[in-house]
């Protein structure tokens, strides 16, 4: 077991109340299958697949050995004017992965990389296609795309962006679809909504349509609390971009790799995005990477001018960086070889019922779900909003339980490899802790 670091002051934590940590730490020594392991040695049961990313469970023997044979024969490969066979490999199989013909990859590090690649790509096709004129992006209130720029200026959670600016300015939001008076206790899409996409034609009004490049949204929202579509509203986005030249990004960095019972979400919604950002799952997050995919017709745009040109100047030291390839393709195997996808669609009807068992919990005004993703929100203490969630993730911390809290809503997304006794063990932590802190 690794041993307790005794100075905890030079490590400035992200997205984490450092103070607060430092004065009572909760450290993680290793991990195992649903398990971590705390410094402590208590056993904790993963509710929440590290950050929405080890979908395929922890410290997987078949990864760990592709990753360390990777790193003695080819340990980096540079992608500017090069390459290595496990990248071409790897973008062929997540080509026949992916649904219609999003089959261009373009590889990244991270989910915020991957927001700000799609961002630009849909710049530099108007650009290509000379329509220049399109620069404004459209993203929507609650959405969270990553702490990048671009990415920050399209998200949607006021505490992300009022320490940073003024950001971007050709940016504008849709209203998020998150409304209790009409959706509370949703199982899977709520049937109210759809008609909020139609405040994309008061924006493009507002606008002009040929001022707008792209609308990004996640197709479920998680960040925010597990927000999912109503029915019938992202295929009306899909509609009225297409019939305004606007380009549709899915930023599926969560919803990618299984989490919806389905490869992508675009697969279970049967709803084709003009790019589709991806991360997290994509490597069992054992190694950090991510994936932009790109219709033909986006990459077909741009692969024009003479040869020797270089079409998309952009990219990373680390894109299609090998150990991340040699990560994705053993991952891949696992996916396939356990059908996970399948397996956790197969497990959402239980899924669905153990959570919805805290309908009636004090304190509860909402649970919703849909693939092996839920949102339990809970009522929020006067004038202190978050206090009441964070009181519930300690609580659940200390019952044996990893959840994930977002603003005053209990996040669960479990592995995918979860039995139905790890649910049903998550429900009854995440109801005795939320009675505890009545
Ligand atoms: C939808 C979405 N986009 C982008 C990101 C950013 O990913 P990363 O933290 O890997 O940069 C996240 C992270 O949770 C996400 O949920």
């Given at each position: 077991m690794?041993?307790?670091?005794?100075?905890?002051?030079?490590?400035?934590?992200?997205?984490?109340?450092?103070?607060?940590f430092?004065?009572?730490?909760?450290?993680?020594?290793?991990?195992?299958?649903?398990?971590?392991?705390?410094?402590?040695?208590?056993?904790i049961?993963?509710?929440?697949?590290?950050?929405?990313?080890?979908?395929?469970?922890?410290?997987?023997?078949?990864?760990?050995?592709?990753?360390?044979?990777q790193?003695?024969?080819?340990?980096?490969?540079?992608?500017?004017?090069?390459?290595h066979?496990?990248?071409?490999?790897l973008?062929?199989?997540l080509?026949?992965?992916?649904?219609?013909?999003?089959?261009?990859?373009?590889?990244?590090?991270?989910?915020?990389?991957?927001?700000?690649?799609?961002?630009?790509?849909a710049l530099?096709?108007?650009?290509?296609?000379?329509?220049?004129?399109?620069?404004r992006?459209i993203?929507?209130?609650?959405?969270?795309?990553?702490?990048?720029?671009?990415?920050?200026?399209?998200?949607?959670?006021?505490?992300?962006?009022?320490?940073?600016?003024?950001?971007?300015?050709?940016?504008?939001?849709?209203p998020?679809?998150?409304?209790?008076?009409?959706?509370?206790f949703?199982r899977?899409?709520?049937?109210w909504?759809?008609?909020?996409a139609?405040?994309?034609?008061?924006?493009?009004?507002?606008?002009?349509?040929?001022?707008?490049?792209?609308?990004?949204?996640e197709?479920?929202?998680?960040?925010?609390?597990?927000?999912?579509?109503?029915?019938?509203?992202?295929e009306?986005?899909?509609?009225?971009?297409?019939?305004?030249?606007?380009?549709?990004?899915?930023?599926?960095?969560?919803?990618?790799?299984?989490r919806?019972?389905?490869?992508?979400a675009?697969?279970?919604f049967?709803v084709l995005p003009?790019?589709?950002?991806?991360a997290?799952?994509?490597?069992?997050?054992a190694?950090?990477?991510?994936?932009?995919?790109?219709r033909?017709?986006?990459?077909?745009a741009?692969?024009t001018?003479?040869?020797?040109?270089?079409?998309?100047?952009h990219?990373?030291?680390?894109?299609?960086?090998?150990?991340?390839?040699?990560?994705?393709?053993?991952?891949?195997?696992?996916?396939?070889?356990?059908?996970?996808?399948?397996?956790?669609?197969?497990?959402?009807?239980?899924?669905e019922?153990?959570?919805?068992?805290?309908?009636?919990?004090?304190g509860?005004?909402?649970?919703?779900?849909?693939?092996?993703a839920?949102?339990?929100?809970?009522?929020?203490?006067?004038g202190?909003?978050?206090?009441?969630?964070?009181?519930?993730?300690?609580?659940?911390?200390?019952?044996?339980?990893?959840?994930?809290?977002?603003?005053?809503?209990?996040?669960?997304s479990?592995?995918l490899?979860?039995?139905?006794?790890?649910?049903?063990?998550?429900?009854?932590?995440l109801?005795?802790?939320?009675?505890?802190?009545?």
């Amino acid at each position: 077991m690794a041993e307790a670091p005794n100075d905890l002051d030079a490590y400035w934590m992200p997205f984490t109340a450092n103070r607060q940590f430092k004065a009572a730490p909760r450290l993680m020594a290793s991990a195992s299958g649903m398990h971590y392991r705390m410094a402590d040695g208590r056993q904790i049961l993963d509710g929440t697949a590290g950050l929405w990313c080890v979908n395929a469970g922890h410290c997987r023997d078949e990864i760990a050995d592709a990753i360390a044979a990777q790193a003695r024969s080819l340990d980096y490969a540079t992608a500017f004017q090069m390459g290595h066979p496990a990248a071409f490999t790897l973008a062929t199989r997540l080509a026949r992965l992916a649904p219609g013909d999003l089959d261009h990859v373009f590889y990244v590090n991270s989910g915020s990389e991957a927001v700000e690649t799609a961002l630009k790509i849909a710049l530099a096709y108007h650009h290509a296609r000379g329509e220049g004129r399109r620069g404004r992006l459209i993203g929507r209130e609650r959405g969270y795309h990553g702490v990048n720029f671009g990415g920050m200026a399209v998200g949607g959670i006021g505490n992300n962006r009022k320490q940073f600016g003024p950001g971007l300015g050709a940016v504008d939001h849709l209203p998020h679809t998150h409304d209790l008076a009409h959706n509370a206790f949703s199982r899977g899409q709520p049937a109210w909504g759809a008609h909020l996409a139609d405040d994309l034609l008061r924006l493009i009004a507002l606008h002009d349509a040929t001022t707008i490049a792209a609308v990004i949204v996640e197709p479920v929202a998680g960040s925010t609390g597990v927000l999912v579509p109503p029915v019938g509203y992202l295929e009306r986005l899909r509609e009225i971009c297409d019939a305004h030249g606007i380009l549709l990004i899915f930023d599926e960095v969560i919803t990618g790799y299984g989490r919806l019972g389905a490869a992508f979400a675009a697969t279970r919604f049967n709803v084709l995005p003009d790019l589709m950002t991806t991360a997290k799952g994509l490597t069992n997050a054992a190694v950090p990477m991510g994936a932009v995919f790109a219709r033909r017709h986006i990459y077909d745009a741009l692969m024009t001018g003479p040869e020797p040109a270089i079409e998309l100047f952009h990219g990373y030291t680390y894109s299609g960086h090998p150990l991340a390839c040699a990560a994705a393709l053993a991952t891949l195997d696992i996916y396939e070889k356990e059908n996970l996808f399948a397996r956790a669609r197969a497990l959402e009807p239980y899924f669905e019922n153990a959570v919805h068992r805290l309908d009636d919990v004090a304190g509860v005004i909402d649970v919703r779900n849909i693939g092996l993703a839920a949102g339990v929100e809970l009522a929020s203490r006067q004038g202190r909003p978050g206090a009441r969630a964070y009181e519930v993730f300690l609580k659940c911390l200390e019952l044996g339980l990893l959840t994930r809290q977002a603003g005053d809503t209990i996040a669960l997304s479990p592995p995918l490899i979860a039995s139905e006794g790890d649910i049903d063990q998550m429900a009854d932590i995440l109801g005795q802790a939320i009675a505890a802190t009545a």
